[in-house]
Every structure is written in C-alpha cells, then in structure tokens.
C-alpha cells in the first residue's frame, strides 16, 4: 500500500512539472480550482436566469384571463398575444447565440437580461395591444438569448465528473419559475384597489402583474456582471492570460488560498477553431468591435464559418436530431402551458354554470365560448376563479419529485433514457386530455404533461452541452433553439383557432410530435463521460 502510495505521488510531481513546461488543458485547469463557492454562487445566478426564463416565457398564461376585457381580446387575439414572444425568440434565439459564440457568453447574458427587465416594465404601460404585442416580442427576442446561453456558460465551468449533474439541477430552478408565476400571479391580479385611472389612461392589477415579473431580469443583469467570462471560452478564443487569471480567482473562492498557489501555472493553446479574426492576426474575436466597418465584416465571416461548420460532418447529424427534437418537444410543450390556465378557466366557467356534469376539454371550449359571445365576449364581468391560481401551482408543484430524479439518478440511467421516458410518456399522456371528464382528471394530466416536458427541456439542454464544442456550442443551442421556438409560434397560433373550433386536432398533433421526438432520441449518443471539447 506505501509503495502504491510513493508511486502515485511520484507521478502526481511528474504531472505537475508537466504543466509547468508545456501548459494545462482546460480539464486539468478547473479541476484544479476545485469545487465550492464560486460554482455555487454559479450555479445559483444561471439556475435563478433559467427560473426567470420560465417566469417569462409564460406569463402571458396569466395575462390572457386578466387582460382580455382592457384590450377586447378576442381567442384569436389571444392566439397572436401568446405567439408574439415565440416570434421574438425564433428571431433571438440564433441572433444572440451568434453573438454568444463571438463575443463572449457573459456580455450576452447581461444585455438579455437587461433588454427583458427594462422592456418588461415598459410594457406594463402599454394601453394598445398591437403595442402590447410588440413589446412582448421584444421580450421574447431577449428571453431566447438567456435561455439559451446559461447552460454552455454554467457547464464551461465545470469538471467533466460534475458537469452533467450539475446541469440537471437547472431543472429544479425551471421548477422553481413554474411555481413562482401563479404565486406572484395570485398575490397581485385578485387585488382591487390599486387600479390607477386618468382619462383614457389605466393601470390595472395585471399590469403590476407584468412589471413585477420584469423586476427580477435586471436585479439577475446586475448581478451577473460580478461573474466572469467563461474561461473555455476565452481559451478557445486564444485570450490564455485572460483565462488564467479567471481559474487563479475561482481558485481563490473556492479554497480561500493565494491565487499565486494555484498549481497552474500556463494553459496548454491549442489549434483555435474560432476566430478568424486572430487566424489572420493576433486580434482577438472577442476585442472586434461592431461599429468599425472592417471588424464588423471579419465578425460576419466568423459566424458564417460556424454555421456552415454546424451544417457539415460531424455535427450535421446532431445538428438535424436536435432541430427536430426540440420542435416536436417545444410546440407541444409551449402551447400547452401557456393555454392551460386558460384551460383551467374555462373549466371552473363550466362546472359552475353545470354542476356535477362531465364533459370533455372540447365539449367545455365550445359550450363555454359560445355562451359567452352572447352575454360578455371580453370577460368585463368575470373574475378569474382562485382555483386557477392553485391549479397552475399544483402543476409547478407536482415538477418537484421528478426534479430531484434526474440530478440524483443521471449518472445512474444517463440523460438518454430519461429524454426517451418523459417524452414517450408526456405523448401518451397530451393524447389522455381528449378522455378526461372533469377538472380533476384535466389537472392531473397536466401536472404529469408539465413535469415530464420541463425534464425533457433540461435534458436537450444538457445534451446539447456535450455534443458540440465551445466555438459552436451556444450557437448550436441557438439554431436548435429557433426550430422548437418555430414550432411553438405556429402550435400558439393554430391553438387560438382550433381549440374554439376541432381541439381534438391539436391534442392529437401534439401527442405525435413528442412521440416521434421520443423515438429520435434513440439515434443521440451517450453524454456526460468526456471532456468538454
């Protein structure tokens, strides 16, 4: 046992002067700065942005019910205000990604959060829909760059051990966003007595509602600017001083030593596979700036290599798989969560106007619709029923167990068997809705439905992290990002109509799309085993 000992401490030495004399791979750099506070606090602020994204990206379910007499919505109103931010974010999910993979992870991440905060909180102003509607584009646009860029910049700064456990734990924050909404959603919209009236202008419980929800962008923008570039990142883009001095300071919190005791002494460069800009000169990407003409003119010709790398051998065929899976995944999951607090409402109208009668989710859509185009087509006279409220947070609530699931029990049955599960299972039960009879059987699907797709969310994400390397990575995310948003916009628009007229199409199309997604998981490889390229 000694000599076993005397032998690894030997080469552990020999190891060390090997970094001395020819420089550190990324692997041997981080795992050197052990792990602790610094990955936390990480952890914390990307785990706090993705539980923001999903505050953000459905709080337009609650808006729905609440606005729908200060605007005279019509279904079909409803259908354009819940696909305007999918619009924004098939638009800004591959302009920010682009720019993520150029720039920097950390300068993208602060100016989404930022753009959404602000916008958010002008939007709540806002007494004209079409305007409303934009801003919630606006808001859209920025939410894709967040949504997308936190995963490759919270797994870039982890050891290859802990890095898809780590990613997983993203899900409970998801959770965490899912089950604040009707929480702030309850403590504000039922409030009568702050409505703000002057002229034509009004400032309803709904519209404190939506700045509320703004708030939390900026304070995580501000915050974010503590934090550092992604050191893989800065390596990739040949800045290894920079990188050095990023793992010297993570050293420093997670161990409370002197940064100069950081047994790294020099990086190991490498061939860079981004940045054409430094390829031709010693510039790097990340210093060209955006408005000199010729910088600008080397930063499209860099993005432009990255997606047609993104398009050919290796990467085509995860770049094609993770397209595909994503729409199928997001169109269903989207439309879905962002109508079924309309859902709930309509239900709770139902049952109250025909008690201890059962009738499908078609059958309420349609008695319930069409008795209200005749009496209060824009809902002026009606109060959004508690149960919808509690309802929606049975549904966060009920995401709980399977998200201590994935993180404890990953390495165990890797990623690729829980995105197969929770999408087979989410398909079979999305077809289950057309069956059920009462609220009752409607929440628990729903519940089911909401934490089997979140947990799928979360693992394309994981999955997407380990698939491509650091100079595509977020962009890859992006593009796979813009195809799901793409199918969540045409899912929201064609719900709006066909849930007042067929709904059995869209329950039927959606259950296919996250069956057929389900099935394209099988030809994904096993992740999470290697170094991150």
Not at 262 to 284: C, D, F, G, N
Not at 458 to 475: E, H, Q, W
Not at 486 to 493: F, M, S, W
Request: proline share 4%; charged share 15%; aromatic share 12%.
């Amino acid at each position: 046992m000694f000599v076993l000992k005397y032998i690894h401490g030997v080469l552990d030495h020999l190891i060390s002067l090997d970094f001395l004399e020819h420089g550190a791979d990324f692997e041997a750099a981080i795992s050197a700065t052990g792990f602790g506070r610094f990955h936390f606090c990480l952890l914390a602020i990307t785990g706090l942005i993705y539980a923001n994204t999903a505050i953000g990206i459905t709080i337009v379910s609650f808006v729905l019910p609440a606005a729908t007499c200060d605007f005279r919505m019509t279904s079909s109103d409803k259908g354009w205000l819940t696909a305007a931010p999918m619009l924004g974010m098939v638009i800004g999910s591959y302009f920010w990604g682009c720019l993520a993979d150029t720039k920097g992870r950390k300068l993208v991440l602060v100016s989404t959060l930022l753009l959404d905060g602000f916008i958010g909180i002008l939007s709540s102003f806002v007494q004209i829909l079409p305007i409303f509607m934009a801003c919630r584009f606006v808001n859209g646009f920025s939410i894709a760059g967040a949504m997308g860029i936190c995963f490759p910049y919270l797994g870039e700064f982890q050891q290859t051990k802990y890095r898809e456990k780590i990613l997983c734990w993203m899900e409970m924050f998801w959770t965490l966003g899912v089950i604040c909404l009707p929480l702030i959603a309850w403590g504000i919209i039922p409030i009568q007595g702050i409505r703000i009236e002057r002229g034509s202008f009004s400032y309803d419980s709904w519209n404190w509602f939506v700045a509320a929800c703004a708030v939390p962008s900026l304070l995580l923008g501000f915050w974010l600017l503590t934090f550092p570039e992604s050191p893989k990142f800065m390596m990739e883009c040949g800045d290894y001083d920079d990188a050095l001095a990023c793992l010297k300071s993570i050293y420093k919190q997670n161990t409370g030593d002197d940064p100069d005791n950081y047994p790294i002494k020099s990086l190991k460069e490498k061939v860079r596979t981004i940045s054409v800009a430094s390829q031709s000169s010693q510039k790097s990407v990340r210093s060209l700036s955006m408005r000199k003409p010729k910088d600008l003119k080397r930063l499209f010709s860099e993005i432009w290599t990255q997606t047609k790398a993104l398009c050919r051998a290796p990467y085509l065929k995860y770049t094609i798989l993770t397209c595909l899976i994503q729409f199928g995944l997001t169109t269903s999951y989207y439309t879905l969560m962002i109508w079924f607090p309309e859902l709930f409402n309509r239900y709770e109208e139902f049952e109250h106007r025909f008690p201890n009668t059962s009738a499908s989710v078609c059958d309420v859509s349609g008695i319930v619709v069409s008795d209200d185009a005749a009496s209060d087509p824009f809902d002026c006279e009606k109060i959004i029923d508690q149960s919808v409220y509690t309802h929606t947070l049975i549904v966060g609530l009920a995401c709980i167990p399977t998200s201590l699931w994935l993180p404890l029990c990953v390495h165990k049955l890797g990623a690729k068997f829980f995105l197969i599960f929770s999408l087979g299972v989410a398909g079979i039960v999305t077809m289950g809705l057309y069956f059920v009879q009462n609220s009752t059987q409607n929440l628990v699907l729903s519940c089911i439905f909401e934490a089997l797709t979140s947990l799928a969310i979360s693992l394309v994400f994981c999955v997407l992290v380990d698939l491509f390397p650091t100079n595509l990575r977020v962009m890859a995310a992006a593009l796979s990002l813009t195809a799901g948003r793409g199918g969540g916009l045409i899912g929201n628009l064609s719900f709006g109509y066909l849930i007042d007229i067929n709904c059995i199409v869209p329950i039927v199309v959606f259950a296919a799309f996250l069956i057929i997604a389900a099935i394209l998981c099988f030809f994904l490889p096993k992740t999470g085993q290697e170094a991150l390229d």
